[in-house]
Every structure is written in C-alpha cells, then in structure tokens.
C-alpha cells in the first residue's frame, strides 16, 4: 500500500466575478418593469431623471405629450445602451468620476489631502555669517623638508642600478 501525498486541486473563479450585480425587484417584491437592471444602470436612470425634472424648463417647449416622450425615449435609449456595456469593461461611473477628480484636482497636487500652495518667485536677501574658534597665537609654520636636486636623486638611482651595458 503506497503512501501518496493528494494532488492539491486548484479552482479559479474569474468568469464568476464578472456577473454584474442586479436590481430586479422594489422593496415589496414585485418585479421592476423590463427589470433586472445593473447597478450602474439604475444609477443613469437616477442622474438622467434628476437632471431632467432640473431643466425641463430648458427642454420642455413642445407640449406635454411630445415631452414625456421625448423624456422616456432617452431614458429608455441611455438605459438600453449602458447595459450594452460589456461587463468585462469598466463601469461608466467610475469613469466619470475619474474624470471629474482629474478636471477638479488642483494643478500642484495634494499632500496629506491638503492642497499645495506654490508661492510665487521672490528676492530673497540674505547673510552669510561664518564663526570659526582662532587660537591666541598662530602656530608655528611648519619646517620645510630637505629637498634634493632632482639630477642627484636620479645620479644615486643610477649609481645603484647599473645598466646592462655597463655590467658586461
């Protein structure tokens, strides 16, 4: 009978972290119409229906029939099409909001999330001040050393060594 270690199996789970995450029914338990919808989905629907009741003076000029359904149109059309998105993709809110941190950080930075203050180039005037401790009296210039010519250096480096020519 052989003692053998198992096989360690190894499972990886990517596609099932790709499911989007659904809305499909209201707190009561019905079901949402044409529902379930993603996260993000329901998300432009809220902007588009807040943005819309903001500015229908702006874009509601053509009757109240022909308004509602230009408004549902577009709902609907930005609703169908954000789900259209592939789930793999990011999401269209993060990239929004990425944006709008890009447009809105401030041009120096931040450190610590306060913002930088660069200031402006100004003069500068200065003084250089140096302190050094000085003996009360100079110390002695140290004694030169004896030097050599340097034709007597080479004569005794010559006169030890003597040349090929010289010791036949």
Same mark, same amino acid.
Request: proline residues 11%; hydrophobic residues 45%.
């Given at each position: 009978?052989?003692?053998?270690?198992?096989?360690?199996?190894?499972?990886?789970?990517?596609?099932?972290?790709?499911?989007?995450?659904?809305?499909?029914?209201?707190?009561?338990?019905?079901?949402?119409?044409?529902?379930?919808?993603?996260?993000?989905?329901?998300? /432009?629907?809220?902007?588009?229906?807040?943005?819309?009741?903001?500015?229908?003076?702006?874009?509601?000029?053509?009757?109240?029939?022909?308004?509602?359904?230009?408004?549902?149109?577009?709902?609907?059309?930005?609703?169908?099409?954000?789900?259209?998105?592939?789930?793999?993709?990011?999401?269209?809110?993060?990239?929004?909001?990425? /944006?709008?941190?890009?447009?809105?950080?401030?041009?120096?930075?931040?450190?610590?999330?306060?913002?930088?203050?660069?200031?402006?180039?100004?003069?500068?005037?200065?003084?250089?001040?140096?302190?050094?401790?000085?003996?009360?009296?100079?110390?002695?210039?140290?004694?030169?050393? /004896?030097?050599?010519?340097?034709?007597?250096?080479?004569?005794?480096?010559?006169?030890?060594?003597?040349?090929?020519?010289?010791?036949?």
């Amino acid at each position: 009978m052989s003692h053998e270690t198992p096989a360690e199996i190894v499972r990886w789970y990517t596609r099932a972290r790709k499911f989007p995450q659904l809305v499909g029914r209201t707190p009561d338990g019905t079901k949402i119409p044409f529902g379930p919808y993603t996260v993000t989905q329901a998300v /432009a629907a809220g902007v588009i229906l807040l943005v819309a009741f903001n500015t229908t003076s702006v874009w509601a000029r053509f009757g109240l029939l022909v308004n509602v359904t230009a408004f549902t149109c577009v709902l609907a059309g930005t609703v169908w099409l954000i789900g259209r998105i592939p789930v793999g993709s990011r999401s269209p809110v993060s990239v929004v909001l990425g /944006a709008v941190q890009a447009i809105t950080a401030p041009r120096a930075g931040r450190i610590g999330g306060r913002v930088i203050r660069v200031r402006p180039p100004h003069r500068v005037q200065h003084r250089l001040v140096v302190a050094v401790d000085l003996p009360d009296e100079p110390s002695p210039a140290p004694e030169p050393a /004896a030097v050599k010519p340097a034709l007597t250096q080479i004569q005794t480096l010559l006169a030890a060594n003597p040349t090929p020519s010289e010791t036949r």
